[in-house]
């Protein structure tokens, strides 16, 4: 599987997302959780590996920064703009 490519911006969502992260010294910690997650989806033969800027939504929402709702929203956005 094949990296999203990004384009960065000053005012892309992906920026606003670092932002954050920086502000808050937030960094995302892999859990059981997300192993299980992992090898769930591996084994099914359908491998999703979360891009960089979604574990730090799941970082920022972990530490409490971030709704679930917010995390939908800025997930979209950024998906949005990554979309070739």
Known sequence: MTARPE???QNSTAAYIRGLVAQYHVTYVQTPSDRLAFDMTRLA??????????CMLFALHRAGHLSRQEVAHLQVQ??????P
């Open 78 to 83: 950024y998906l949005r703009e990554a979309k």
């Open 45 to 54: 033969d359908d491998e999703i590996r979360p891009a960089e800027i979604e």
């Open 7 to 9: 384009i960065v911006t």
